[in-house]
């Protein structure tokens, strides 16, 4: 009876180790490795924009926890089942030593015995694991002054640049810019102030959802007034939002990128601002409040709705005609309402990727004083292709008025023939249209090759209306029209932490006089994510 009992405790102690140690520490060390490619996919400037890859990225945080929580859970029980076997083992011992040599044990009886021993040395061996995959958890927390796990991450990103021509600046170039008498045909130098710093944090679940927060820093926020300043990039704000994530909808506050434009082409040469900005990329870091609602439809396709608030942002300078160092309000927040904006788009698994495409609408009221309201508005597409495999065809596309405040126009909304302050100052909108494409060819999964071309085309007959007494608040000529940017790269990434690229970048930009400006620029680049 004893052996039949022992039998049953080997059986339930086998059932008991379901699902196994094994497994779980194999699928631990899986969705570490996603976890790892995904941060480091994360920290690109936001290359995909794609919120479902963010959406994905917590969901595997989620299931890595509920993991190490299940490993902490079986070390425990572990511990008490060896404590079990060892009194048993005791038990037994002791039995046979008290049995007399004329009444020798059942020979199935010491079997029994040695694989009671086998099944201790096992679980002793499984707790070890445990405890090690538990530990090396733990090694990579960060810590905070609250309770709840928060991630760093970033890239340090080194840039080496040649310029032939002049652009408006000289690292992170956007259009091309005229030559005067005693400047130079180009210039040559490097920078760091394109890495970024990351901080998320992951919350407790609020009304079911699940609560996390992220805050992103560059480098790219001015030039100090000091000896080589130009090595001294000063730390700006990127995005910084608040997120409730539930099963299929999303509320997200904070300043967050443009979700009209989520999509940007893929490059290391420009990350302080997005590739192709004032070419037909638009792109704004924007103080918004947001919804976001995903319905599965037709087995594994999507259809998402977004919808929010945003600052009515115009692309004036800070405290234009005024001190910069206090906020005035924009033409938009003068008119004492809020942006709004929607966007609606399908996706389906496509070649191992995802298809999407997109359509979005955004409108802004803007007083100019003395009553001179204008009204901003865009209409945006956006398409995600993959061709195969290997490659993949994205673009973007707009059409709007007054929409400077998102890198449009050379960041023009309106166009004036004299001073704001005088009432008898014509202020129009200005008309614009634009966009950008990219073909990315994956050779292997860790070289890419990327070709990217694009354009933002302000309507030049507006321009021209105003003739020589054209004026505007942006830091580009108020004569510049049509801004046409291209590049190609390649991106080699020997490891998930380490990448290495090259590329030319060639603008045009256009004036009303029909005459234009080039400028190319080589880039090389090195960055090592965390």
């Not at 992220?214 to 997120?243: E, K, M």
């Not at 906020?327 to 788009?345: D, L, N």
């Not at 998102?406 to 634009?434: H, I, K, Q, W, Y």
Request: net charge negative; proline share 5%; hydrophobic share 35%.
């Amino acid at each position: 009876m004893n052996d039949f009992c022992c039998a049953r405790l080997f059986r339930r102690n086998e059932d008991r180790s379901k699902p196994s140690t094994l497994t779980l520490a194999l699928r631990v060390l899986w969705l570490g490795l996603l976890l790892a490619c995904s941060c480091a996919a994360q920290t690109q400037p936001q290359n995909s924009g794609d919120t479902a890859a963010l959406q994905a990225l917590q969901g595997q945080v989620h299931e890595l926890k509920d993991l190490v929580l299940q490993l902490q859970q079986q070390t425990v029980a572990s511990r008490a089942e060896i404590t079990r076997l060892r009194e048993e083992l005791e038990a037994r011992h002791s039995a046979a030593e008290n049995a007399t040599a004329d009444e020798p044990s059942p020979a199935y009886g010491g079997a029994t015995i040695a694989q009671l021993e086998q099944r201790l040395d096992h679980v002793e061996e499984d707790q070890q694991l445990l405890s090690g995959k538990v530990d090396d958890q733990y090694q990579t927390k960060v810590e905070s002054a609250s309770k709840y796990r928060v991630r760093l991450s970033g890239i340090v990103l080194f840039n080496l640049f040649g310029n032939s021509g002049q652009v408006d600046n000289q690292d992170v170039p956007t259009f091309a810019a005229p030559s005067y008498p005693g400047n130079s045909s180009g210039s040559v130098g490097g920078t760091l102030r394109q890495s970024i710093l990351g901080l998320e944090t992951f919350g407790p679940e609020i009304w079911g959802a699940r609560t996390s927060a992220s805050i992103n820093f560059d480098f790219g926020g001015g030039l100090p007034a000091t000896n080589n300043g130009v090595d001294a990039g000063l730390v700006q704000l990127r995005t910084a939002a608040v997120r409730l994530d539930w099963k299929t909808t999303s509320v997200i506050a904070g300043q967050d990128q443009l979700f009209l434009s989520p999509l940007s082409p893929t490059s290391f040469a420009s990350v302080i601002v997005p590739p192709l900005s004032s070419a037909g990329n638009l792109w704004a870091w924007t103080p918004q409040l947001r919804v976001e609602h995903r319905f599965a439809i037709g087995g594994d396709s999507t259809l998402t709705l977004q919808g929010g608030f945003l600052d009515p942002l115009t692309g004036e300078v800070p405290g234009y005609g005024s001190y910069t160092w206090y906020r005035t309000p924009s033409a938009g927040e003068q008119s004492r309402q809020p942006a709004y904006a929607a966007r609606v788009a399908y996706s389906h698994p496509f070649f191992g990727q995802t298809f999407t495409v997109g359509a979005g609408g955004y409108y802004s009221r803007q007083n100019w004083s003395y009553g001179r309201i204008v009204n901003g508005w865009a209409g945006t597409m956006d398409a995600n292709l993959p061709l195969g495999r290997r490659f993949v065809l994205s673009s973007e596309f707009y059409r709007g008025a007054a929409i400077g405040g998102f890198g449009a126009a050379l960041g023009r909304s309106v166009l004036f023939d004299g001073m704001l302050s005088d009432p008898s100052t014509e202020v129009d909108p200005l008309n614009v249209v634009g966009g950008w494409a990219q073909l990315k060819f994956r050779a292997t999964p860790k070289l890419e090759f990327n070709g990217a071309f694009g354009q933002d085309s302000p309507f030049a007959s507006e321009i021209r209306y105003f003739s020589e007494d054209v004026n505007s608040y942006g830091y580009a000529p108020p004569y510049f029209t049509a801004n046409r940017g291209a590049f190609g790269n390649v991106i080699y990434r020997p490891r998930s932490d380490l990448l290495l690229s090259m590329e030319f970048l060639r603008l045009r930009t256009f004036t009303i006089y029909d005459n234009s400006y080039q400028a190319d620029q080589v880039n090389m680049s090195v960055g090592v994510l965390f």
